[in-house]
């Protein structure tokens, strides 16, 4: 097997301030600053320490893989990509790939704000080390698949953000890199382009070149991915097949939230939406103090910023097993019921009356929209629930299955029956 990308013993340190360095306020950060002055004329200097990001990390790449990179945030996944991308010097250590690398670390990385659409696929291009012929040749399908066409001559200070990763995007899949790496580039755009990019970085990985994809997304990480390395603390915990590191990322790295507890959401990555409106909070209880009973009913309480007076028409809530595969939907939008959302804050509330599933955990999934296209928010991990057994479910099979069904056993015949005829039963 030919070798993509070699790491050995990489670490990354960063040196951190740890006096005091004032509040966000201007009169706070004024003092500081003369504190921190004055300080210095007495040859009292800012303690500084230091933090490890990386430490130590190896592994390799084979040409070929679709390797997904996971871990909690602040593990080290995005200073690693940093480093393979050049744009940050490691400590200690090497990383070392073979052919050219496109890269996607953030939204419109590499991009100059004052240059148009069109000039920005050539200087990407430039910087990948590609000729003018050679991005001419790829010109038509980037803008394409970017669906910027009427906003190609126009600088792309002024697109907003789902434009902005739509063409960085497009640019770094389409210019042939032996290598592609991506960071949460599917955090941003809605459901048509997360498609979009996850058949894109498919078709790179089935023409035998490399991606390297770090993503909260474990159903992305599945669906795209045949390798992972999973990092905790700037080290590798472990490397291994896709699915081997995504259980293992969820047994250990996935929290479960507390019922009756408002739970912050704002900073969970998005799988989509425009964020005019989004998901600020959700609490879950089961109408009572205690936890989610299998078979009992689920209240969802979900608080919603708007940027503006909207309105919407599909709210829904959605749980999943841990393998990504949506177990069930409390989808408003058959229900055909506009919900108006006022400027600042909002709250709704889900309640789904009997929960259909086994005891076990689940993820909490959140959709905002308005149909049949305009996505707001969408959410496809926001939390992590447990549902308990019901107090008169005795024993179950450990392999029981996910969803539950009421059932009784109906014997056909009361009488003793000759050894040759069947006992037939009804379920």
């Known amino acids: ?54 430490k130590n990390v190896s592994f390799e790449v084979q040409a070929g893989d679709a390797v997904g990179i996971v871990g909690r945030n602040g593990a080290g996944k995005s200073t690693l990509l940093k480093i393979l991308s050049r744009v940050v010097e490691p400590t200690s250590g090497s990383a070392d790939y073979f052919g050219r690398m496109g890269s996607l670390l953030e939204v419109g990385t590499g ?45 792309v200070k002024r697109y907003s953000s789902g434009m902005y990763v739509k063409l960085a995007f497009a640019v770094a899949a389409h210019l042939d890199p032996d290598i592609l790496v991506l960071d949460e580039v599917l955090a941003v755009g809605d459901a048509k382009f997360q498609k979009k990019c996850l058949g894109k970085m498919k078709n790179v990985a089935a023409q035998g070149r490399t991606v390297l ?22 080290q590798v915990v472990k490397t291994g097949t896709a699915d081997e590191i995504v259980e293992l990322y969820l047994a250990t790295e996935g929290d479960v939230a507390r019922p009756n507890t408002w739970l912050a959401i704002s900073q969970v990555p998005r799988s989509g939406g425009n964020r005019q409106a989004q998901f600020t909070e959700l609490r879950f209880s089961s109408g009572q103090e205690a936890g989610i009973i299998s078979g009992g009913p689920l209240h969802v309480h979900l608080r919603i910023h ?36 006022l400027q600042g804050e909002n709250e709704v509330a889900m309640e789904i009356e009997s929960l259909p599933l086994l005891p076990g955990n689940y993820i909490m999934g959140l959709l905002l929209s308005k149909q049949p296209s305009t996505h707001f928010d969408y959410i496809e991990s926001a939390c992590e629930i447990e549902v308990a057994p019901a107090p008169d479910d005795g024993i179950r099979p450990t392999n029981d299955g996910f969803i539950r069904c009421q059932y009784r056993l109906h014997p056909i015949h009361t009488a003793p029956l000759p050894e040759s005829t069947p006992r037939i039963y009804t379920l």
């Open 111 to 155: 991009f100059h704000a004052e240059l148009s659409g069109r000039e920005n696929i050539f200087l990407n291009g430039s910087i990948l080390g590609m000729c003018r012929r050679e991005i001419q040749k790829k010109f038509d399908e980037i803008v394409e698949f970017a669906e910027i066409g009427p906003f190609l001559d126009t600088p």
């Open 306 to 341: 708007a940027e503006d007076n909207l309105v919407v028409d599909r709210v829904a809530v959605a749980l999943y097993d841990r393998h990504g595969m949506k177990l069930l939907n409390a989808d408003t939008a058959p229900m055909q019921q506009t919900i108006p959302l």
């Open 1 to 54: 097997m030919t070798i993509a990308l070699r790491v050995e013993n990489l670490s990354k340190a960063f040196r951190i301030a740890t006096g005091p360095q004032g509040g966000q306020l201007l009169g706070e950060r004024l003092k500081s600053s003369v504190k921190s002055w004055w300080d210095t004329l007495r040859g009292r200097r800012l303690q500084r320490q230091e933090f490890w990001a990386l």
């Open 213 to 234: 994809f770090v993503s909260h997304d474990m159903a992305a990480v599945r669906r795209l991915c045949n390798r992972g390395v999973m990092l905790s603390k700037g």
